[in-house]
């Protein structure tokens, strides 16, 4: 006997929608009856709604069950659409490329808007708040190569970087700059020593304490 696999039959449009749906789709491109080939085709258009109830409140839900039997028929199904016929081409566009920016980083574990905010402050010019803030991105900047290179860089490095990532020269007061110091410490190196090998010593220490009191009795 020979048996029936699915591998061995056509490949489905939409297998979502199971084989005898897609039988049904094609028993309606046999029908020459252009009249009764729509009515047909609103049959199967109820039946694959009940198979997807769930989507029932959906706004496009009727639109989508149309645009789907048509993708099951492979684009051939003539009837009296309530919507527009699709084409093949109209669902296989295919996406536009994204346009990565390619700004360029100069310091990268400082980051891009570090580099911007730099060159925001810097034209603003001279002033209190443009001072202030080239502090703030400056104790920012500490932290960072502190992170990255875990050491306390040099303010003079700091200030350098800075006029590199202004793309000139600084034209207000960086003595402020100079002057600041680190907001990061070392961190104390913890004990990792065995629970057990804390009480044995201390075990030991009490017993050279007893021994000692007995002696000088």
Not at 34 to 40: A, L
Not at 41 to 70: C, P, Q, T
Request: charged share 30%.
């Amino acid at each position: 006997m020979r048996k029936n696999y699915n591998y061995t039959r056509r490949k489905l449009f939409l297998p979502e929608y199971g084989r005898h749906i897609q039988e049904m789709v094609d028993s309606l491109l046999l029908i020459e009856d252009r009249q009764e080939r729509t009515r047909q085709a609103k049959a199967v258009i109820a039946v694959m709604g009940n198979l997807n109830s769930a989507l029932r409140d959906s706004e496009d839900f009727k639109h989508k069950l149309w645009d789907h039997l048509f993708i099951m028929s492979d684009f051939q199904l003539d009837v009296d659409s309530p919507y527009a016929q699709p084409s093949r081409e109209d669902l296989t566009l295919t996406p536009k490329r994204l346009e990565y920016p390619q700004t360029r980083i100069m310091f990268k574990h400082y980051g891009k808007y570090t580099q911007r905010f730099v060159r925001m402050i810097n034209e603003q010019g001279v002033s209190e708040s443009s001072a202030r803030g080239m502090l703030d991105v400056g104790r920012y900047m500490r932290a960072k190569s502190y992170e990255f290179n875990n050491e306390h860089p040099k303010n003079d490095s700091i200030v350098r970087d800075m006029h590199l990532m202004a793309g000139g020269e600084i034209a207000m007061d960086m003595t402020e700059l100079f002057a600041m110091r680190s907001e990061y410490c070392k961190q104390p190196q913890r004990n990792h020593k065995r629970k057990g090998v804390v009480q044995r010593s201390s075990t030991r220490k009490q017993q050279r304490s007893a021994k000692q009191h007995q002696r000088t009795k």
